[in-house]
């Protein structure tokens, strides 16, 4: 499987700040990428998906992609208590399999 | 999306038994994998289950240890043979609805071989 790296967590950040997660990744031909909130206990769920170079945003979520530097990022605006997680960065390469890396945790203080 | 059942969603078993996961989809899917999510640990596909034949293993994992079934497109099992405490971990039933599609989760089925 491929590599996908995390920023090593913990993350604790303030209500209503920005936390930002970094994902980096070893295959070049990658073309997909997603991001995964797992909650304590729960299965993971998708929150991103991102398919080509710059940002999208979806509510407080912003997915950035840079393939040339095969890093792609996610920015949370306004945290809330309830983005209290652990984010999985998921990459797809050709061969149509989802690697994951090691999760980044995620603590919101109120 | 499509709704994933997965069953059992937690069981304790003896080492040396074997255990059948179920998982139902509620619509046809292109493509059904099983992970697996160790302790603390992030998810580590186990194999792709395909459709009439023989499931796709990953490097680390045998078809005598996990043996995957796929009778048609919207239900597969993963069963864990001869188990041991260090199978004890997450399994996570997963489907890709369409072809690049992201992949979607079932709840898991927590293991725990005492």
């Known amino acids: 499987q491929k590599e996908v790296e995390q920023n090593s967590g913990p993350l604790s950040v303030p209500e209503g700040a920005i936390a930002s997660l970094n994902c980096t990744y070893s295959d070049r031909g990658s073309q997909s990428f997603f991001w995964y909130r797992q909650y304590s206990g729960k299965s993971p769920e998708l929150i991103m998906s991102i398919y080509s170079n710059g940002d999208k945003e979806d509510g407080r979520f912003t997915a950035q992609l840079n393939k040339a530097s095969q890093y792609v990022s996610l920015l949370i605006r306004d945290s809330q208590p309830s983005d209290s997680a652990t984010y999985l960065c998921?990459?797809?390469?050709?061969?149509?399999?989802?690697?994951f890396g090691a999760g980044t945790t995620v603590t919101v203080r109120a | 999306s499509a709704v994933i059942s997965q069953k059992p969603s937690r069981d304790i078993c003896q080492r040396g038994t074997s255990l059948t996961i179920q998982c139902q989809v509620d619509s046809q899917v292109t493509m059904m994998f099983w992970y697996r999510q160790q302790p603390g640990q992030s998810l580590t596909l186990i194999a792709t289950?395909?459709?009439?034949?023989?499931?796709?293993?990953e490097s680390g994992f045998v078809i005598d240890k996990f043996p995957i079934s796929r009778p048609n497109l919207t239900f597969s099992t993963l069963t864990v043979s001869n188990m041991s405490p260090e199978d004890s971990s997450i399994y996570l039933c997963?489907?890709?609805?369409?072809?690049?599609?992201?992949?979607?989760f079932g709840n898991g089925t927590r293991l725990t071989v005492t």
């Open positions: 998921a990459v797809r390469g050709n061969d149509y399999k989802l690697s």
């Open positions: 997963s489907v890709e609805e369409t072809g690049g599609s992201p992949l979607h």
């Open positions: 289950a395909n459709q009439g034949s023989e499931a796709t293993y």
